[in-house]
């Protein structure tokens, strides 16, 4: 009998200051790292023995938080508010982490929003606001990251790689999604602007992945699991029958910025339960 109820099966448990150091000595910038999937890869990677540059846009205290809690896993870590679509405030929050941490090992693109409409009442600003924030901030992150890792090259003590770029992008950058047209076009455009550079930057033994997380138990999309009803009709999207939690991306973070995936890159890791399977193909077709 196939599961239909997450309720009684096992939770993955793992311990929370994990004895095995995977990213020790590992310097690491995530945006939009104050709530959501980014606060949870932020962890994570702490957890993992990473310093890490916790960026955000609003929300002083929530960043404070996920600092003190890197902080006690033993690892270096510290709050800094930019918009990650400003070029100058970008390129001020590199110089920052250099100064503060030397050098940059791993970026997380992770800042990302969505302003929903129907697409023909959607507005300049909001279609603006998505791409400035979803794909720019990434490129302007990326060419930052890009620059530190060619101006150091590869330390072999710390990892086989010149530095590792995972961009936060979605399910939607390959399937389409209606009423959300700013934000599927906008991830659409990090699946190849992931590839591009990975292709332009691996000589340079640079690493640029994405991870493509299906639903999400977070802040952006509170509607679709929040009541019984949302919850019910979501899991007719996902085969493995429960929501991911954001620590299910952390986990793939870690994994996907560490050496045990040295000879990955230009390519999109779906964390999303099977979202991606074509669930109406489950019966018919
Ligand atoms: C969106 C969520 C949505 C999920 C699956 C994510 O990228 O931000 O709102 O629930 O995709 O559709």
Redesign the pocket.
């Known amino acids: 009998m196939p599961y239909s109820n997450e309720e009684n099966l096992p939770k993955v448990v793992l311990p929370e200051c994990p004895a095995e150091k995977i990213l020790k000595g590992q310097k690491a910038l995530v945006t939009g790292a104050n709530s959501g999937i980014g606060k949870a890869i932020a962890v994570a990677l702490g957890q993992a023995g990473a310093d890490v540059v916790v960026n955000y846009v609003r929300g002083d205290e929530q960043a404070d938080e996920v600092v003190k809690v890197i902080q006690s896993c033993d690892s270096r870590a510290f709050a800094h508010r930019a918009d990650v679509s400003s070029e100058d405030q970008v390129k001020a929050m590199f110089r920052k982490m250099v100064d503060e941490f030397g050098t940059i090992d791993i970026l997380i693109n992770n800042a990302g929003l ?1 302003k929903d409409a129907p697409f023909e009442e959607m507005t300049l600003d909001q279609w603006n606001l998505v791409i400035g924030v979803n794909l720019t901030g990434q490129f302007l992150c990326a060419r930052e990251a890009v620059r530190e890792f060619k101006r150091r090259g590869v330390v072999k003590d710390v990892s086989c790689s010149a530095g590792k770029i995972i961009c936060i992008s ?3 950058e390959v399937i389409p999604w209606a009423g959300h047209v700013n ?1 599927a076009a906008s991830k659409g455009g990090v699946m190849l602007l992931m590839k591009s550079v990975a292709q332009e930057v691996a000589p340079y033994r640079i690493r640029v992945n994405s991870i493509a ?3 999400i138990r977070t802040p ?2 509170t509607a ?1 699991w929040s009541t019984p009803e949302a919850y019910a009709s979501l899991m007719k999207l996902v085969p493995y029958k429960r929501i991911g939690e954001p620590e299910d991306i952390g986990r793939a973070a870690v994994w996907l910025a560490s050496d045990y995936s040295d000879y990955i890159t230009g390519t999109s890791l779906f964390v999303d339960g099977g ?1 991606t399977l074509y669930p109406g193909f489950e019966e018919g077709g």
């Open positions: 969505q979605s399910v939607h934000y997380p299906g639903a952006i999309n679709a979202m």
